[in-house]
């Protein structure tokens, strides 16, 4: 790994403290540079706030070493107004000579313009320093302008004989197949995502909240989807916790395929990461729509031999772990 690798990693590191905070703006990570000695770092405030690159010009003590130093950026720095003025325009006031940039926003409004800009004030530009890892790093961003969708995360939880719950349940509940740490760790996703959609047998049969409860953050959007408004309003769904959407057929055509709508539906509304959480059609809709870009899915230790089956899909195995009792793999759409 040669030293542009070695800063530019650690930018990615960074940018991870924004995640589930910045959206719908991309979780930056930017570090400072001078005489192989890091003087600055910083990564995207919560939407509104500074961007990555001012976070981290602001934390060097002497300004004066900005004009001798590089700067090291997970993504293109914008060179348009919008929340903030434009990260390039600071980053040349401060005459910073050296520009290193994981990947390119392709983002319309950026789209390359951030990089001529700087060259064009003098500086050294360098792009594509791990780009790979950079685009992975920025795959919801990526997802939501180049595919005009949210980045879609498909979680369930399933019996060691494949399926989702049993026959009959004994109150309008979930019925546990996991255990409590692997729990925990569907609450910190949850707080990663922008929103989480269930179906309206979930709703009915579960009473969740959907909430973020067995970790810190925020609690994503909640979505679910009513196509003929079942769903009561006393429900948990619906309480002060979070904001709700029910996605009835006002909203979309229930006899075509759905998930497309949805999708339309959640990037006008500028939603650009979604969890789905179930049920068995709601998830096996996405997937036959190919709708989906990770399934993130537990096997329990439980047998139900008779129930609601598990969803139909392949995908490439990216990641596996046991949590105690349980075992998880992560997919990604092939």
């Known amino acids: 790994m040669n030293t542009n690798e070695v800063y530019i990693k650690r930018c990615i ?49 002497n300004k004066e070493l900005l004009k001798e130093a590089t700067i090291y950026v997970t993504l293109e720095p914008c060179s348009h107004h919008g929340k ?49 890892l950079c685009k992975s790093h920025h795959k919801r961003f990526f997802t939501f302008h180049n595919k005009q969708r949210p980045y879609i995360i498909l979680k369930w939880a399933e019996s060691q004989d494949g399926f989702l719950s049993p026959v009959k349940k004994e109150a309008q509940a979930p019925v546990w197949i996991t255990n409590p740490y692997s729990r925990i760790l569907v609450h910190k996703w949850r707080m990663e995502e922008q929103a989480i959609l269930v179906g309206t047998n979930t709703v009915i049969e579960d009473n969740p909240s959907l909430t973020v409860r067995d970790w810190t953050g925020e609690n994503p959007f909640r979505i679910a989807i009513d196509k003929n408004q079942k769903l009561s309003k006393d429900l948990a769904i619906f309480n002060s916790e979070a904001k709700t959407l029910s996605i009835t057929k006002d909203l979309i055509d229930f006899s075509k395929p759905i998930a497309s709508q949805i999708c339309d539906l959640l990037f006008n509304m500028e939603i650009n990461s979604v969890i789905i959480e179930g049920g068995a059609q709601t998830l096996q809709t996405f997937i036959d729509e190919n709708l989906w870009d990770e399934a993130r899915v537990f096997t329990g230790p439980v047998h139900f031999q008779k129930g609601n089956k598990s969803p139909r899909f392949s995908g490439q195995l990216m990641h596996e772990e046991n949590i105690i009792s349980d075992t998880l793999k992560i997919y990604n759409n092939d």
């Open 13 to 61: 590191e960074i940018a991870k403290n924004g995640l589930g905070t910045t959206r719908p703006n991309p979780m930056v990570g930017c570090v400072i540079v001078h005489n192989h000695k890091i003087i600055g770092e910083g990564f995207t405030s919560p939407f509104g706030g500074n961007h990555a690159e001012v976070n981290a010009i602001k934390s060097v003590e």
């Open 84 to 132: 903030t003025p434009p990260c390039c325009d600071l980053i040349i006031k401060h005459q910073i000579p050296k520009v290193v940039i994981g990947c390119i926003d392709d983002n319309e409004k950026v789209a390359g313009k951030g990089i001529a800009k700087l060259k064009d004030a003098g500086c050294l530009v360098t792009v594509g320093v791990l780009e790979s």
